[in-house]
């Protein structure tokens, strides 16, 4: 049976032959022809009453003219062509945007990299405002990253149809998109699908991927304030300073001689446990003498501050105003001992006591440091001696602690002003290290003897080594040692760069005692055993800051302790130098040092096996010395110390900071002399402690920058009828004969609709153009409604016309299109078609 096609007829009257004529028909075609010709002519007139067209050739005259002009006038044309293609607000945008997040970034970043060095930041962080002032930079920053990135999305859809990468489906939204547009993501996706319709497609990626890079920029933009948040975390900064006034020190009475100051006496302060270990501020600078005969500590002043809560000695971060400062510097010689005896006494009910009994000097390495030596070589002094008689723990030492008589120290204070009035301590230390218990105890209990001489002495650094036996297992070191140990109360400065924990003594349960690590590392002494000047930090301390002259009354803020109104005419000592003292502080307080009664030598034991915190009197062969037993704290300290590698001149100041720190803060609540002090103190806030969110942010901004930078230039160069902002021209440039059926009967229809109807109109003028393939179409206008049909995938753009006054649409030639073009050419009837 033979089969008659089916055909679909775009035109009624193609069914029709062309050589066949119809009268009527011919008649009807003529008044069209007429009519048409009429209004051809009509819209003729009414043309030239309107204004010319916007686009319109240039004539030669001014292609001459723009050739031949100056440069300045081609930059201006460019600038133009520039405000034209972007228009005002895009240009503004762009630019002012730009800026935005430059110093967004900039803002970031000093947020981010400065510290309190800086005020400014400073004064954000120390006034919490480091989140807001990040939530408003990351608002600023993503919001003009989205207006930038919908400007950039309205360039590259200019790019895309010029470049016809855009499916004719697409085609009307992706041409409003350069007056109007939600942002990238859209526009990626019309151009990722029309990028697989593409013969070529790694040859086209550029738009896709670009705007799948905006897409990602802008959309993780939106998560800039999370992300720089989360780097935050509270952290101490110092704050804005304040003013306040505090009692800072005690008022001298100049008129009772025996009530100068206002304080409760407790006695020594030897016998108290410190409360606490407080943190203080120090300028020491390291002494360079190398003589082997001689260890200094070098200058060294600790300044207490009066703060008498402990958190707020511990976040205090500058302090400005009066403060007592004590010159902690001890120098430790090697003494000259004149006919030295070791005496004992075993007499009566008393303990039995040893007792080294000698004239002593300085050795003359000290020249030049200490005062004249002439008037203390004369005399003679008596100190006990702790030899270890029972087996003391963990190698103990039995060491004595020896107030010399007189006991103003010849080493010159930096805070003296009164002229040939000393002040400070001086020490004799005893050591018995190398001795064996049993000898000593033969000695003491296995003789009738009451006194020994040393049979050799040996020199051994800043001590002499006495040796009582031949083979040197019984030996006394000796060691003389001089603290300046002088206090003023003067104007301070005191800072540093963080907050701190003052230390404590904790117990390890491993040895049953406690130990010091904390304290000695306060205190300057290193891990090895050497001593540090610096490092303050690091200590727990605060730095002071060194004054031209640490002399009292040098500054107009200074508390100069005032001389005696009534009796003597010798000034007022430091209660803190007074309540140091072995035996007791003294009532009236107003006895110079080197009045102090000469008659008796207080020793202080410092062994381990000392327990107690009891006074005793010890006669020795007639001669009458006074013995304490100071807190066993103290001992503990200075055996540590000396056990972990330190010298004795540094063990010995540090024991006089840690004695004269516990007097200070026991008597600060009985301070009457007031003064004003500035207060910096930490406070804990929010500030940025990591970078994983600023690097993220930086990140994501720069590469936005640059995303913006390439589309600008390429929108610029590569884009000849597009610009930003014209809703007009978006819905012009897409009129053409391709859409004109399109746009005029379909103004209805979903998009969906649209595509379905596109795909039907397609096919139906494919099959005419099938049927018709072996005559001839009827005339020119049936052949380029058929040749153009538009299908919903082709892939369509926009470019000027030939007569350079409006534009039109252009279609990219596709691999397929090419092959049913040839296999329509080949073949007569539809069941041929592929």
């Known amino acids: 049976m033979e089969r008659t096609p089916r055909k679909m007829f775009s035109n009624p009257t193609s069914q029709l032959p062309q050589e066949t ?17 009429d209004e051809s002519v009509l819209k003729t ?14 004539q030669n005259d001014d292609l001459e003219e723009a050739l031949q002009a100056p440069q300045h006038i081609s930059w201006a044309y460019k600038s133009k062509q520039i405000n034209k293609k972007l228009g005002l607000l895009s240009m503004v945008t762009l630019v002012i945007g730009t800026l935005v997040i430059l ?10 990299l400065s510290d309190v060095n800086n005020r400014t930041w400073q004064v954000v962080a120390s006034r919490n405002w480091m989140t807001r002032c990040v939530s408003l930079t990351a608002l600023a920053l993503r919001t003009t990253i989205s207006m930038q990135a919908m400007i950039s999305t309205s360039m590259l859809a200019g790019l895309a149809l010029e470049r016809k990468s855009v499916l004719s489906m697409h085609l009307a939204s992706t041409s409003a998109m350069r007056n109007i547009n939600n942002g990238p993501l859209y526009l990626a996706w019309c151009t990722s699908k029309a990028l697989l319709k593409m013969e070529k497609p ?56 025996y009530r100068p100051l206002n304080q409760i006496t407790r006695g020594s302060s030897w016998l108290r446990l410190p409360a606490f270990y407080p943190a203080f501020a120090e300028y020491s600078n390291p002494e360079t003498k190398q003589d082997p005969a001689v260890v200094d500590t070098g200058p060294i002043l600790r300044a207490f501050l009066p703060l008498g809560e402990q958190q707020s000695r511990q976040e205090i971060g500058d302090y400005k105003g009066v403060a007592t400062v004590l010159d902690s510097r001890v120098i430790c010689v090697r003494p000259e001992l004149e006919n030295p005896k070791l005496q004992i ?54 060491i004595t602690l020896c107030q010399v008589m007189p006991i103003a120290s010849d080493l010159p204070s930096q805070m003296e002003i009164y002229y040939g009035v000393a002040s400070g301590l001086t020490y004799l230390v005893l050591n018995a290290t190398t001795s064996v218990r049993g000898k000593w105890w033969d000695l003491v209990f296995g003789s009738d003897l009451y006194e020994y001489s040393p049979v050799s002495n040996e020199i051994n650094g800043e001590w002499i080594d006495l040796l009582f036996t031949d083979d040197g297992t019984m030996r006394i070191s000796a060691s003389l040692c001089y603290a300046a140990s002088d206090t003023a109360d003067l104007f301070i400065r005191a800072y540093s760069g963080m907050n701190r924990t003052e230390p404590l003594a904790e117990f390890d349960t491993n040895i049953s005692k406690y130990r010091y690590d904390a304290v000695r590392n306060q205190l300057g002494q290193r891990k090895d055993g050497s001593w540090t000047h610096g490092m303050f930090s690091a200590r727990g301390i605060l730095q002071l800051e060194p004054r031209p002259s640490w002399s009292p009354g040098t500054h107009p803020e200074d508390y100069v302790r005032p001389w005696r109104s009534v009796g003597l005419s010798s000034p007022y000592i430091s209660w803190v130098n007074n309540a140091a003292r072995f035996e007791y502080p003294s009532v009236a307080d107003y006895d110079p040092m080197n009045l102090w009664p000469p008659q008796v030598n207080y020793t202080a034991y410092l062994g381990t096996k000392n327990s107690g915190v009891s006074v005793d009197d010890s006669p020795v062969s007639g001669h009458n010395f006074s013995s304490i037993h100071p807190d066993p704290s103290f001992p503990a300290l200075l055996q540590e110390i000396l056990q972990h590698g330190g010298d004795i001149a540094h063990a010995l100041s540090s024991l006089l900071t840690v004695l004269a720190a516990s007097t200070y803060y026991d008597q600060l609540p009985q301070f009457n002399g007031q003064s004003e002090v500035e207060q910096t103190f930490f406070e804990p806030v929010l500030t940025p402690q990591t970078y994983r969110g600023y690097s993220f942010v930086m990140a994501v901004a720069s590469t936005h920058l640059i995303l913006l930078a390439t589309i600008l230039f390429q929108f610029l160069t590569g884009t000849k009828i597009s610009s930003i902002g014209n809703a007009w021209q978006t819905f012009a440039q897409i009129k053409d004969p391709l859409t004109e059926e399109l746009l005029d009967f379909n103004t209805l229809p979903s998009d969906e609709e649209v595509r379905r109807w596109m795909k039907r109109n397609a096919d139906a003028k494919v099959s005419d153009r099938v049927s018709d393939s072996m005559g001839t179409f009827s005339n020119k206008h049936e052949e380029h409604a058929v040749q153009s049909a538009l299908q919903p ?11 350079g006054t409006r534009t039109e649409l252009a279609r990219r030639q596709r691999a397929a299109d090419s092959k049913l073009s040839h296999d329509v050419v080949k073949t007569s009837s539809v069941e041929d078609l592929p």
């Open 21 to 37: 004529f119809n009268p009527s028909m011919h008649e009807i075609n003529t008044v069209q022809s007429s009519a048409a010709e």
């Open 45 to 58: 007139h009414r043309r030239a009453e309107y204004s010319e067209p916007l686009l319109k050739k240039p």
């Open 103 to 112: 110093a967004s970034l900039l803002f970031v970043s000093f947020l981010w």
């Open 202 to 257: 790694w040859k086209q990626i550029f738009l896709p991927s670009i705007l799948i890079l905006l897409f990602v920029t802008t959309f993780l933009s939106q998560f800039t304030s999370t992300i720089l948040l989360s780097d935050l975390s509270l952290t101490p900064v110092l704050g804005l300073p304040t003013s306040t006034t505090l009692s800072s020190h005690f008022i001298y009475n100049t008129t009772d001689e």
């Open 345 to 398: 006494n075993s007499n009566g009910d008393s303990p039995i006591s040893l007792a080294l009994v000698s004239s002593i000097s300085a050795s003359s390495s000290a020249n030049g440091v200490l005062r004249d030596q002439s008037g203390i070589r004369k005399r003679e002094y008596g100190c006990l001696v702790d030899p270890p008689l029972i087996k003391t723990p963990d190698n103990g030492r039995g």
């Open 793 to 803: 995938n082709d892939l369509v753009g926009i470019r000027l016309a030939s007569s």
